[in-house]
């Protein structure tokens, strides 16, 4: 099993971002995607998820607004679109992944990781 996470980079405050997480899982459709971020010197924190079954989601409320989850079944793969991005919102940016899971915020509910993609806001 494999998460690979990508689309990040250096930007400037105000700035946008698409991060992407190809999944080679077999029943990607069964599993509820996880956004998380981990600044330096930080514990990972939850930034957002989408439910497997009904596509609900769920948001930090620090990117509640500016971020959106979004995923795609045929394609194996979860979106994150980040507008408005802040200072604040440096960090290595992961994804993950819960089987048949509820819209957790706990990263030891996810039974799958990415390796992460860097996320530098400058302001």
């Known amino acids: 099993v494999q998460l690979q996470a990508s689309g990040g980079g250096l930007v400037q405050a105000g700035d946008f971002l698409r991060l992407s997480c190809a999944a080679s899982?077999?029943?990607?459709?069964?599993?509820?995607m996880g956004w998380f971020r981990q600044a330096p010197g930080k514990e990972r924190e939850f930034v957002a998820a989408i439910n497997w079954s009904d596509r609900t989601t769920d948001y930090a409320d620090s990117v509640k607004g500016r971020f959106t989850i979004s995923r795609d079944n045929a394609k194996n793969t979860v979106y994150l679109q980040m507008n408005s991005l802040k200072p604040e919102d440096t960090a290595v940016y992961y994804c993950a992944a819960d089987w048949r899971g509820a819209l957790h915020r706990t990263p030891l509910t996810y039974n799958y990781w990415g390796q992460g993609t860097q996320v530098t806001v400058s302001s």
């Open positions: 899982l077999r029943t990607f459709s069964l599993y509820t």
